[in-house]
Every structure is written in structure tokens, then in C-alpha cells.
């Protein structure tokens, strides 16, 4: 008994619902006004702006805040000296917090990206709603930073720092 035929048989309704699936997704997309976003709302409709490395680098030696937008853990793994942790996932209870001190920044520079996550926008833009005006955020991994000349600092061996 030859397989071959019973598998085509076998992928063609698989090859149809898919097909209908797809067709009927793109429909949605079309009629909604909103569709469904493919990418999150703080980086497909961003309030923030982007700021290039070496302007942020000359915006920190004029006082601006920076905040560590990456998970509580990277943080304390190493982090750009000076910068204040403001993780993504805890933003709803810190940024009461943190709000007075963040309102007397002359500029809010945010960083922390990922290659599948940006919690770096989600900050921005949750500072941008808040009513913070001045509020830019830096593309680029910690790695990428290092390598542009932010000071990174990094716990010592046997204690955190």
C-alpha cells in the first residue's frame, strides 16, 4: 500500500482551514479599526521617542534620569552605573514611588531591550501617559551600550554591588 496518497488526502483539509483561517484573519484586520496589532502598542504607537547612543551619552553628562527598564535579575547582574531600576513587570509598584523623583528629571532616558522583548517601551510609554514630557528611550541591548561607552558596573565577585 502506497502512503503517498492517503497523506495528500490527509493534507488537504489541513491545507484548506488554514488557508480559510489566514483569509479570515486579514479580514478582521481590515474591517476593525483597530485590527490586531502585530506588534505591542508601545512600539507600533509609540508616545515616546527614540534617542540615538551617543546622544544619550552627552544627555546623561547634562543630568539626565536613566532607568533600567530589564527584568529585577539583569539588573543586578550588571546594569549602566547610575541607573535606577524600574523593571517593566513591577512598573504599577514602583513608579508611585519613583514619581517625585522622576518629575524633577530634566530628561528620562530608558533602556533595556531584548532580541524578542522591549521593556524599554513599555516604560517610556507608561511615563509618557503618565504626563512626563521629555522622555526618550535607547535602542539597544546592554551589550550594545557597552560597546558605545556607557559605564556598565557589575556586582563584585562573592557580594553584590
Excluded at 483569509?23 to 521617542?49: C, D, K, Y
Excluded at 531584548?114 to 526618550?136: C, I, M, N, W
Aim: contains cysteine.
Amino acid at each position: 500500500m502506497n502512503p503517498i496518497p492517503e497523506l495528500k488526502r490527509q493534507l488537504q483539509p489541513m491545507a484548506l482551514i488554514l488557508a480559510c483561517a489566514l483569509g479570515l484573519g486579514f479580514l478582521f484586520n481590515l474591517v476593525m479599526p483597530q485590527g490586531l496589532g502585530w506588534l505591542p502598542e508601545a512600539v507600533s504607537r509609540p508616545l515616546w521617542q527614540p534617542m540615538a547612543r551617543d546622544q544619550a551619552l552627552a544627555q546623561l553628562k547634562n543630568g539626565a534620569m536613566l532607568l533600567d527598564a530589564r527584568p529585577a535579575g539583569d539588573y543586578s547582574q550588571a546594569r549602566v552605573r547610575g541607573a535606577l531600576k524600574l523593571p517593566h513587570d513591577e512598573i504599577a509598584k514602583l513608579y508611585p514611588l519613583m514619581k517625585p523623583l522622576i518629575a524633577q528629571a530634566p530628561v528620562v532616558l530608558v533602556y533595556g531591550q531584548t532580541v524578542s522583548r522591549f521593556p524599554a517601551a513599555d516604560v517610556a510609554q507608561h511615563l509618557r501617559a503618565q504626563g512626563h514630557e521629555k522622555v526618550y528611550v535607547i535602542e539597544g541591548s546592554l551589550e550594545t551600550l557597552e560597546k558605545s561607552g556607557f559605564p556598565i558596573q557589575r556586582p563584585r565577585r562573592g557580594g553584590a554591588s
